[in-house]
């Protein structure tokens, strides 16, 4: 039996549409996900924990994203921009904690500031000066102008938990204490997170009693398990692998076109990676096309800039560079390298092009496009060395900088506004710059971003933006992804969403 999954189109949106019947049949009381990644701990507060609390159905967003990446009001009735620097939320009356504690300004208040001094990335998002609650009214003051705060709102990082003194999610996980349709029972890092039921949950009784949610890392495990049974929902399975899923009418591949893309950042610390001519080469010497056609197995696509094309601001509307080999010997002998000794690497000043390429195997084509390159560079000369390993050990990398170049899979625009990863990642102080990259004229650019509310205007300077960070070969982005899940046929109310941010929802269930 083949099934279209999109009754309801995020977790979020489910409170806009009327309630109805889960399913026909009779149901199962419990589900089995399966990924490759996972959260450090289960703390909302912590690096980038947000995205699987809110995918489990524990941590909820006052603000949601529907499938056209569209901000709409969830734990919030309305935001109100007062003057340019002054947001007034009214919250939802009817809301719960997974304790039974009503959700208040005053409790949201007391999480952001929990989170934001845990964590630099809620600084780089919502830009809080101060906080005053009153009743369901929070009143936020930003350092400077946010048109996109509304946006900003459906990261998971904004998520809302309970706080109390000396609470210890990452060693008592229950101690994370959301507003969604689920409660965290047990997480066993990098192995399994179990959760279960809140009967009080706001929008209504959660359909199953409870989910599992495996960590497989390795991709032939996690591919056996769908195949098995032992999985009824998988996440990110190898493009590889998804043909043998198309053709069973057991399964449902369920796919969206996102902005996860495969970036690589530069490590600027690097005197030889200071070189546009050397990072020019590297862009030029990438088969894009051939990267998500053949080497992805067509589940992403080409990227010219950052942005993907299926937005107002993406790459179709920037210079990007051409796949050209000889073009890219041709900068670097012009930049003055040769192979003085014979060893098909090239040097100058006495230093050969030799770098190191950090990446992970959890994302099955990283590795792939890794080795591609490193063929690739060594056509124009260039060496690269592969350390591709688990996905914690790139994580403490972007900590400490022990990286030449690093390729991880990011999403660019998951609030469907150019200023998340412009803000993270393009200016000189942003919290997942992890190379240092830093160009004054981009950062200048980048402010007038962050402060301008007109729509048609933030889209024309994201693409100036892109455009200058390609000129100097700043970023190097391949291709992006296609979102894509793969669900058992029976599975009812559990749709794909390119922001990535939501999985299991009060209305998730299976038919038995």
């Given amino acids: 039996m083949k099934k279209t999954m999109n009754k309801i189109t995020c977790a979020g949106l489910a409170a806009l549409l009327a309630t109805a019947p889960v399913?026909?049949?009779?149901?199962v009381t419990t589900m089995t996900f399966a990924d490759t990644q996972s959260p450090t701990t289960i703390d909302c507060a912590?690096?980038?924990?947000?995205?699987?609390t809110s995918r489990y159905g524990i941590t909820e967003t006052l603000y949601v994203l529907d499938e056209n990446l569209s901000a709409q009001p969830f734990l919030c009735e309305k935001a109100e921009n007062t003057d340019d620097t002054t947001w007034v939320l009214t919250l939802r009356d009817d809301v719960t904690f997974q304790n039974g504690e009503k959700m208040t300004a005053q409790t949201v208040k007391d999480c952001w500031e929990r989170t934001d001094a845990q964590n630099a990335r809620f600084a780089d998002i919502l830009y809080v000066d101060s906080m005053e609650a009153d009743g369901q009214v929070l009143t936020v003051k930003t350092t400077k102008p946010v048109p996109s705060f509304t946006s900003a709102l459906t990261t998971p990082i904004c998520g809302v938990y309970y706080v109390t003194d000396g609470m210890d999610p990452a060693n008592n996980p229950t101690d994370m204490i959301g507003t969604g349709p689920y409660k965290i029972v047990s997480y066993d890092v990098k192995k399994k997170a179990v959760v279960e039921r809140y009967d009080d949950y706001w929008q209504g009784t959660p359909a199953l009693e409870g989910a599992t949610f495996n960590i497989i890392d390795d991709t032939s495990a996690l591919v056996m398990a769908m195949q098995n049974g032992e999985s009824d929902v998988t996440l990110t399975i190898p493009a590889t692998s998804l043909d043998t899923f198309r053709n069973d009418d057991?399964?449902?591949?369920?796919?969206?076109?996102?902005?996860?893309g495969q970036v690589i950042w530069f490590n600027y610390d690097n005197e030889l990676l200071q070189d546009p001519a050397v990072r020019q080469a590297m862009s030029m010497a990438i088969d894009k096309e051939s990267y998500a056609e053949v080497l992805n197995n067509g589940a992403s696509v080409v990227a010219n800039a950052i942005f993907p094309d299926n937005t107002a601001f993406g790459g179709f509307a920037v210079k990007g560079y051409d796949y050209d080999v000889?073009?890219?010997?041709?900068?670097?002998?012009?930049?003055?390298?040769?192979?003085?000794?014979?060893?098909?690497?090239?040097?100058?000043?006495?230093?050969?092009l030799n770098f190191r390429i950090c990446t992970y195997t959890t994302k099955a084509e990283l590795p792939l496009f890794a080795q591609a390159m490193a063929d690739a560079f060594a056509e124009v000369g260039i060496g690269l060395e592969i350390d591709a390993g688990a996905y914690d050990a790139v994580v403490e990398k972007q900590g400490n900088g022990d990286f030449d170049l690093m390729m991880i899979s990011m999403t660019m625009c998951p609030t469907g506004d150019p200023q998340y990863f412009s803000d993270l990642c393009l200016k000189s102080?942003?919290?997942?710059?992890?190379?240092?990259?830093?160009?004054?004229?981009?950062?200048?650019l980048i402010d007038q971003l962050d402060s301008e509310f007109d729509t048609d205007k933030r889209n024309e300077l994201a693409v100036e933006i892109q455009q200058?960070?390609?000129?100097?070969?700043?970023?190097?982005?391949?291709g992006h992804s296609k979102f894509t899940n793969v669900l058992k046929n029976t599975v009812e109310n559990c749709p794909?969403?390119?922001?990535?941010?939501?999985?299991?929802?009060?209305?998730?269930?299976?038919?038995?």
Avoid: F
């Avoid at 200058?468 to 391949?478: E, H, L, M, N, S």
């Fill in 429 to 444: 102080n942003g919290s997942a710059n992890y190379g240092h990259y830093s160009n004054s004229e981009v950062d200048e």
């Fill in 496 to 512: 794909t969403n390119p922001s990535e941010y939501y999985t299991l929802n009060y209305q998730t269930t299976m038919a038995e």
């Fill in 23 to 27: 399913c026909a049949q009779a149901a």
């Fill in 326 to 352: 000889e073009g890219a010997k041709k900068v670097l002998a012009d930049a003055g390298y040769e192979d003085t000794n014979g060893d098909g690497t090239l040097d100058k000043d006495g230093n050969e």
């Fill in 468 to 478: 200058k960070v390609i000129d100097d070969a700043g970023y190097i982005v391949i």
């Fill in 250 to 260: 057991n399964y449902v591949v369920d796919g969206q076109v996102g902005s996860r």
């Fill in 46 to 52: 912590e690096a980038w924990n947000d995205w699987y």
